[in-house]
């Protein structure tokens, strides 16, 4: 966990990501460890969430950086599904700061509304699934 912990605070996009998707595994295989420590995953799930692209950066960077917010959310959203996560005050108080800030809430609102479809879009079969998605 702490390779983990050290891997969400590398500067290096792809390691982050990496690391993002260890931690959603991590909360599934083992909830009790996760849970112990979420003070130290959600505090560089808020330090993502806030750091802002400089004004001259091109296009890539704001590209990256809006795919490392989001997934930023989907680690909270996995955490979240912990048993008694909502009982640690760090994620409350999180969940708190996304939810008191409009840019946030709204991108918070998409990802549910993603992963929503996404599970949503397993029930039906493919031909549907096209249709569907020519309908967005």
């Known amino acids: 966990m702490t390779y983990v ?3 969400l605070k590398q500067d290096h996009y792809d390691i982050r990501m990496l690391t993002f998707l260890m931690v959603v595994r991590l909360s599934i295989l083992c909830p009790t460890i996760v ?3 979420l003070d130290r995953l959600i505090q560089p799930l808020k330090t993502i969430l806030q750091s802002k692209v400089k004004a001259n950066s091109i296009k ?3 590209e990256k950086h809006d ?3 989001r997934a930023a959310i989907k680690v909270f959203l996995a955490l979240q599904q912990i048993k008694d996560a909502n009982k640690v005050a760090c994620v409350n108080d999180f969940e708190a700061s996304i939810k008191g ?3 946030f809430q ?3 609102n998409t990802v549910i509304h993603e992963q929503q479809q996404s599970s949503a879009g397993f029930n039906f ?3 549907n699934n096209a ?3 020519d309908m967005s």
């Open 60 to 62: 890539q960077e704001f």
């Open 5 to 7: 912990e050290d891997g």
């Open 125 to 127: 079969n493919t031909h």
């Open 106 to 108: 709204d991108l918070y």
């Open 35 to 37: 849970l112990q420590r």
């Open 67 to 69: 795919e490392l917010r």
């Open 101 to 103: 800030q409009k840019e």
């Open 131 to 133: 249709e569907a998605m």
